[in-house]
T-cell receptor
């Protein structure tokens, strides 16, 4: 299994500001994903972070709001831009270590509160 | 119809009992099925995956898959209070996408 370090683990931010979340994996992985989990809800995929190219966003999520970087096969960042209270959620980094969809592992998550 | 459906619960069982968690999915061509456990305030942790019809056992956990009826279940034998968590079902659909779709999860409470 992959060891995934995600930081910060939590933050309280002012509306209108931006927060960048980092995800570091201890080995090279093919696929990295960013999810959002709102209170009492399941995981919603935001985007797939592609190494060397623009991220692939799911319906309802746009690059201007959630810019993603993936400079190499072990690291990715997600920025939540121009935050509003509706962005308060847990954000999770996930990797598919096998690269063939056999299993996925998650970082510890970032609990974001926007005030 | 949601792609992956779970009863949100809570499901309450006494310690030592069998907890049965169920999940149905809409895409008949789905290929891979996963169960994750998520403790409050923590990230999901993969506990089992299953690809073929039938049962797959791992310790106190048994995953059951019935593709004809489009459901997958998780049985937890000899339930312990430490099993109290939300259990997420995830399904990887057909068509080449490797990204799983998650259900909303079932909250399990094991009381002493």
């Amino acid at each position: 299994s992959a060891v995934i370090s995600q930081k910060p683990s939590r933050d309280i931010c002012q509306r209108g500001t931006s927060l960048t979340i980092q995800c570091q994996v201890d080995s090279q992985v093919t696929m990295m994903f960013w999810y959002r989990q709102q209170p009492g809800q399941s995981l919603t995929l935001i985007a797939t972070a592609n190494q060397g190219s623009e991220a692939t966003y799911e319906s309802g999520f746009v690059i201007d709001k959630f810019p993603i970087s993936r400079p190499n096969l072990t690291f990715s960042t997600l920025t939540v831009s121009n935050m509003s209270p509706e962005d308060s959620s847990i954000y999770l980094c996930s990797v598919d270590h096998s690269g063939v969809g056999t299993e996925a592992f998650f970082g510890q998550g970032t609990r974001l509160t926007v005030v | 119809q949601k792609e992956v459906e779970q009863n949100s619960g809570p499901l309450s069982v006494p310690e030592g009992a069998i907890a049965s968690l169920n999940c149905t999915y809409s895409d008949r061509g789905s290929q891979s099925f996963f169960w994750y456990r998520q403790y409050s305030g923590k990230s999901p942790e993969l506990i089992m995956f299953i690809y073929s019809n039938g049962d797959k056992e791992d310790g106190r956990f048994t995953a059951q898959l019935n593709k004809a009826s489009q459901y997958v279940s998780l049985l937890i034998r000899d339930s312990q209070p430490s099993d109290s968590a939300t259990y997420l079902c995830a399904v990887r659909k057909s068509g080449g996408s490797y990204i799983p779709t998650f259900g909303r999860g079932t909250s399990l409470i094991v009381h002493p």
